[in-house]
């Protein structure tokens, strides 16, 4: 009998060994799959996982190319006929300033003398050079160099920090 007892002590023993190794198969299947998965997440998605690790900018930090606060944006409209046109052509405008400093209280005084200048800068394009939409950055970079230029030798201060063309028709 003590052999029949050793018997089934070594089969319940090997039992337990094969579920072990059973488990630990199923184990290591399931973490190879997640394993896959993750690969091919990131290689279709690779933003996914980007957008959870974006650094917070500090805030004590500035950047100097921005201006410190935002001031309310500043207008200025003009109709012209572009160069060449034989006044069959008309451009309209609506120019949009980001200023570097507030100047809401004086731009009534200088309204005239920018717009004025912006109808002479678009006056002197021509209707092809209007026509091309890859145009308008070297246009918003000119004009904004050309508006600080006069503002500078007015008042002291540069004005313009961005452009934004709020409307562009040309017709």
Not at 3 to 16: A, G, L, Q, W
Not at 66 to 74: S, V
Not at 112 to 128: I, M, N, Q, R
């Amino acid at each position: 009998m003590a052999e029949i007892d050793d018997i089934e002590v070594e089969e319940e023993s090997e039992d337990s060994k094969s579920r072990y190794i059973e488990t630990g198969i199923y184990v290591i299947t399931a973490l190879v799959f997640l394993c896959i998965a993750y690969l091919l997440v990131n290689s279709f998605y690779p933003d996914i996982y980007k957008a959870r690790n974006i650094e917070k900018p500090d805030k004590n930090v500035t950047n100097p190319d921005q201006p410190e606060a935002e001031y309310e944006l500043l207008e200025l409209k003009t109709v012209v006929n572009p160069r060449g046109s034989g006044a069959n052509r008309f451009l309209s405008v609506k120019v949009a300033i980001n200023p570097l400093i507030d100047f809401s209280a004086e731009f009534g005084k200088y309204e005239p003398k920018l717009t004025s200048l912006t109808g002479e800068y678009f006056a002197g394009k021509t209707v092809d050079e209007l026509a091309e939409v890859k145009n308008r950055i070297i246009f918003k970079e000119e004009l904004k160099s050309k508006l600080n230029k006069y503002m500078s030798t007015t008042v002291g201060n540069n004005l313009v920090y961005d452009l934004y063309f709020v409307q562009f028709i040309m017709q």
